[in-house]
């Protein structure tokens, strides 16, 4: 079974540029997660999908960042402009629906670690 | 306010050795998960260990355990005989309301 694809998996930018991360979950997960994670801290929940929609978006910063799951499958979360303070590690995570035995298990995928000069 | 505390930023444990990583959690619901996350220097996370707050029993996986007090909301993870490849971060996180919340992390430095 392939595992979560994220990709590029570096990207370096200056701030005010726009930036793209891309994800492709497990086949057949329905929810999927992003993830903001700055050194030396925990991920922190940026949105979360079930299918195509919207479960969770409370932590996002709408005025910059945006996120779209279209047909229920790959996801895209786009940064426009970045600040210095976007540099961190994205990380992207799937679960399955309903649960295993390890409840709502989320896999993650390796991270794009974003630097904005 | 923090659904999810780790208060060790960093632990040391002689290699062989049995040590604990501390996790408490805050939820009012009845129904809630429990997860440990290893992420070593390459930045994958590592699904360890699973608790549902009805278990009865606490989880096993190998070497990991997670010492489960409901009522102390507690969720510690214990790691038996370390190894050297245990070197890395640790995070507990909670699946609540259908949300996922993470706490800080705890830095475990194994030593030869």
């Known amino acids: 079974e392939a595992g979560v694809a994220q990709s590029p998996r570096y990207k370096i930018i200056e701030k005010r540029q726009s930036v793209a991360f891309w994800c492709n979950p497990i086949s057949g997960h329905a929810t999927l997660y992003w993830y903001q994670q700055i050194l030396g801290q925990g991920p922190k929940l940026l949105i979360q999908f079930q299918n195509n929609g919207v479960v969770d978006d409370s932590q996002l910063p709408k005025d910059r960042f945006s996120a779209e799951r279209l047909k229920g499958v790959d996801s895209t979360l786009k940064i426009q402009p970045a600040k210095l303070e976007d540099s961190a590690v994205y990380l992207c995570a799937s679960s399955s629906t309903p649960p295993g035995l390890r409840g709502y298990e989320q896999f993650f995928g390796p991270g794009t670690r974003l630097t904005v000069l | 306010a923090q659904k999810i505390t780790q208060t060790q930023p960093g632990m040391f444990v002689q290699e062989k050795e049995a040590v604990t990583l501390d996790c408490t959690y805050d939820t009012s619901d009845p129904s809630y998960g429990l997860f440990w996350y290893k992420q070593p220097s390459s930045g994958e996370m590592i699904f360890l260990i699973y608790?549902?707050?009805?278990?009865?029993q606490n989880a096993t996986e190998g070497r990991y355990s997670l010492n489960f007090q409901k009522a102390r909301k507690s969720a510690n993870l214990v790691i038996s005989a370390s190894q050297l490849g245990d070197s890395a971060m640790y995070f507990c996180a909670m699946r609540n309301f259908n949300k996922f919340y993470f706490g800080s992390g705890t830095k475990l430095n194994v030593k030869p």
């Open positions: 608790q549902g707050s009805y278990d009865q």
